[in-house]
């Protein structure tokens, strides 16, 4: 008979006969050896069948931990009933909803709490209190005589009930036994080890730190954690040399916090929470190479899927700490949004397929059905979609990034909250963070840090938010800071979310002095900021982003600032007044935050890099670049003409170019010039450069970012669409081919410009908006716009494979470098994350190579500037 093909019971008596005299559990009250557990889990079942409980109903259990727990669950799987496990420490309510969902007939329970027991069940449930039996019954030798099948099943833990409907997994023995043989297997567990269990019994993860000893001849030590503290459960594993600690990585971080040596260990597992580089670095300080630390993803819904063994000498590649690779009969895979399996190195959600999964979730079968699928090979295994998100290494190592509603799209990007905390973590004068996004009352959502410093005065937010801005692997900074001396835990040792506190409407602790507005307007100005970033003051020269403003509150700063003023605003208005002293400054000029030229980052005194807009005209999409070059490279951005809803758009390529090279002197009046753009954007900034070179000025740089060549524009596009659609799914193929074919048309469309449609929809534009009627100028330009031969330098970069970006070798006569990125997002858009990362390292590199060849003067400014290159004539000079 195969192992896993009997009941927990049986499996856990042939270990009785094995070892009787070993020691099965031991705790500060006293131990019992196979044989005592064995005759106690005996009685607890007599008693249980004794109660009446009905064959096969739940058996809720509500005891501290200990040896009475331990041969209570024994007991319950005796007499072939599932348990459930309750913590007493848990709300009333809460207790009051598991009982009743999982339709428990009877709770077993002590004298200690036997009062919360009465009160939670009321005439629902039958109570059985150990105390009293074990004073009055008499011990049953044998267990009692029920059918114990590997298809019963052995629980039910509730996951989740934050939501108020109850989420209960009920599993098979078979299952059970299946898993605690992975662990066996991979970890060699032995009847020599002596295994913890910090676990409450109402969490899953005590499932294998149990039964791994008891069902393997091994020694079992419950410990409270809330009893015990820290410093009781670190003197507890030292006293008996304790071989294998389980726990979240926050318990393992706080127990070596104590400065406790642990010589007797040989394996800590980490599981329940994410391990991040910190508690690798921490492991790998304090441990010899003779104890391995296994860092694992496991979920109440699968057991142990995969498993990472590391040594204190393991390279570990990469920002995170690797799950690892399947456990026996477990197969990962990545899903994209629909379902569809995603190659390796792209970010998705994590699947489990497996024979040996949950049997699903207690009494409903539809949420069963939406979570636990059919093999879609079509074999005996299933599939459960976990709602975390991953990356698969082409080796089949899996990257765990989070749950999915840890990494979410934010604002139109993708945000790993995983990678920020660990930065976070890893910055000076920081011992703890957590990352989370919040719901506004006023709508949207925001990144909120909650930090814990490792001593006092903490560093401001400016100082973490350049720490966190020289991290690549940052992609997005939190809006919020709130400072916590400690974070908050449940019993198990996991942060518990939802206790976070709101933040507050203080004013974040900047690097910035705080200045009073003065002037009616700085006022005025300070009123509508502080309504909008929901803080109580705000000084003149605060930064907007430093504040915690983010691109939609740019907009609606934007709109209140247009409403009070009567004057039309874009919200890249705040990229060029980014402080209430410099806005009441634009506020008093001519055509205030319509200039074409646009200040991104005020870097240091060497060449600025000008990036021009792409098809939409705005040039607010290069923020997030510029922030990750580095506080030192100053940036603008050319933004297109007709945004404002005044001027008219210009249609041509080479009108739009000899405009932005005059804007562009006055930053820069002479060469060399640095020059780049995304897509169109890398069209324009050609075309400038090919202008500045005929007029004799030297171009040090030109970065085109996935630009496609124009000439023969529509049919090109028709070339990468297709190429994209052989690299998709046969499930993503018919979706993207219709998308493909509506492009088609509206391009045919537009072909029909010559014939007097193209004005035709023109006139239809302009009753839209400024950004339609400017888009469709865009993309009437770059359609017509035949590249001339040009003699500079330049760079192309793209994600992915190149399609018809590669045209641009039949007019560049000079120096042609191919810069190929991981496509990390899946999309091709280089400026958006995770792809802006790579591009903005890339960039660094190639900015101080040509900086380094060109010399870097300051640029021509006037009095007053400081030398740093500000634009002295805000006004937009015709072409």
């Not at 995969?306 to 920002?319: F, L």
């Not at 690797?322 to 026996?328: C, H, I, S």
Request: proline share 7%; with cysteine.
């Amino acid at each position: 008979m195969q192992e896993t093909e009997q009941s927990i019971a049986d499996r856990f008596e042939q270990q009785v006969r094995r070892v009787p005299g070993r020691i099965a559990v031991k705790t500060r009250r006293g131990e019992l050896t196979y044989a005592q557990l064995d005759a106690l889990g005996n009685r607890r079942a007599h008693d249980i069948v004794k109660a009446g409980a009905r064959p096969a109903a739940p058996v809720a259990i509500m005891l501290d931990q200990g040896a009475m727990l331990v041969g209570a669950i024994l007991g319950a799987l005796k007499a072939g009933r599932p348990y459930v496990g309750l913590d007493p420490t848990h709300p009333l309510e809460g207790l009051r909803r598991t009982v009743a969902h999982c339709g428990a007939d009877l709770l077993v329970t002590n004298a200690r709490h036997r009062a919360l027991a009465e009160e939670l069940v009321g005439d629902a449930c039958s109570l059985l209190d150990i105390d009293r039996t074990d004073a009055d019954a008499a011990a049953g030798s044998a267990p009692p005589a029920v059918i114990r099948s590997p298809d019963a099943p052995a629980y039910i833990y509730y996951t989740s009930g934050s939501t108020g409907v109850p989420k209960g997994v009920v599993d098979a023995q078979r299952n059970v036994l299946h898993n605690v043989m992975r662990y066996t297997n991979n970890l060699r567990i032995n009847e020599t080890d002596r295994l913890t269990l910090l676990q409450s019994v109402a969490f899953s993860g005590a499932v294998s730190s149990l039964f791994c000893a008891l069902l393997n001849g091994a020694t079992c030590y419950p410990v409270d954690l809330r009893e015990e503290g820290i410093e009781g459960v670190a003197a507890w594993l030292v006293e008996q040399k304790v071989t294998m600690h389980h726990s979240v990585p926050s318990i393992f971080q706080r127990l070596l916090a104590t400065g406790r040596e642990f010589p007797s260990l040989r394996v800590i597992r980490l599981e329940g929470d994410q391990m991040t580089r910190q508690h690798l670095e921490l492991f790998q300080a304090r441990f010899g190479p003779e104890v391995t630390l296994v860092n694992g993803l496991g979920a109440t819904e699968t057991g142990i899927s995969h498993q990472y063994p590391i040594r204190p000498y393991t390279a570990v590649a990469g920002s995170g700490v690797p799950v690892g690779y399947p456990t026996a009969d477990m197969e990962g895979i990545i899903l994209d949004a629909v379902g569809a399996e995603l190659p390796p190195g792209h970010v998705g959600e994590i699947a489990i397929k497996s024979r040996y999964l949950a049997t699903g979730y207690w009494r409903q079968p539809e949420l069963t059905a939406a979570r636990f699928l059919p093999d879609p090979a079509g074999g005996p295994a299933r599939l459960y979609r976990t709602g975390d998100l991953g990356r698969m290494a082409p080796d089949g190592c899996l990257e765990y990034l989070g749950r999915s509603d840890r990494a979410l799209k934010l604002h139109g990007r993708w945000v790993d909250v995983h990678a920020i905390e660990v930065a976070l973590a890893r910055t000076s004068g920081i011992r703890e963070a957590v990352v989370v996004v919040r719901d506004r009352k006023s709508g949207g959502s925001e990144l909120v840090a909650y930090v814990v410093p490792a001593a006092i005065p903490a560093p401001t937010v400016s100082a973490l938010r350049r720490a966190l801005g020289g991290q690549s692997g940052v992609l997005v900074l939190p809006s919020r800071y709130v400072w916590l001396s400690e974070l908050p835990l449940d019993a198990n040792g996991k942060v518990k979310r939802n206790a976070l506190p709101e933040p507050g409407s203080e004013r974040p602790e900047i690097a910035t002095r705080f200045v009073l507005p003065a002037t009616p307007v700085e006022q005025t100005l300070a009123r509508i900021w502080s309504q909008v970033l929901r803080l109580d003051r705000i000084g003149l020269h605060d930064d907007f982003s430093e504040l915690g403003g983010d691109s939609l509150q740019a907009i609606e700063l934007a709109g209140e600032v247009e409403r009070w003023s009567g004057l039309k605003l874009p919200a890249s208005f705040v990229t060029e007044a980014p402080c209430i002293a410099e806005m009441a400054r634009c506020l008093g000029r001519p055509d205030p935050g319509h200039a074409t030229l646009v200040e991104i980052a005020n870097g240091g005194s060497g060449r600025p890099f000008f990036c021009m807009h792409d098809g939409t005209g705005d040039v607010i999409a290069y923020r997030e670049l510029a922030r990750l070059l580095g506080p030192e490279q100053q940036v603008f951005g050319l933004r297109a003409r007709g945004l404002d809803g005044k001027d008219v758009p210009l249609a041509q390529v080479e009108t739009m170019a000899a405009r932005y090279i005059v804007e562009m002197r006055t930053v820069q009046g002479s060469g060399p010039f640095f020059l780049g753009g995304n897509c169109f954007g890398g069209v324009i900034a050609f075309e400038v450069a090919r202008q500045l070179r005929f007029s004799g000025e030297e171009i040090g740089l030109l970065v085109l970012m996935d630009t496609g060549y124009p000439m023969g524009r529509w049919q090109s596009r028709v070339e990468r669409h297709l190429h994209r659609v052989s690299r998709q799914p046969w499930s993503g193929k018919a979706s993207h081919l219709a998308a493909l074919a509506s492009r088609i048309l509206k391009r045919l469309a537009t072909d029909l410009g010559k014939s007097g449609l193209w004005n035709w929809r023109w006139r239809g534009l302009a009753a839209v908006n400024p950004a339609e009627r400017v888009m469709a100028a865009n993309f009437r330009a770059e359609w017509r716009y035949q590249p001339g031969l040009c003699d500079v330098p330049a760079v192309l970069i793209y994600a992915g494979k190149p399609h018809n970006q590669l045209g641009w070798r039949r007019v560049i006569r000079n120096e042609f470098r191919l810069i190929a990125l991981p496509d990390d997002s899946g999309d091709n858009h280089l400026l958006q994350p995770p792809n802006v990362a790579n591009l903005a390292e890339v960039m660094r590199q190639i900015l101080r190579e040509a900086g380094s060849s060109a010399g870097n003067p300051a640029p021509r400014g006037g009095p007053g500037d400081g030398g740093r290159g500000k634009r002295l004539n805000p006004s937009r000079p015709d072409p």
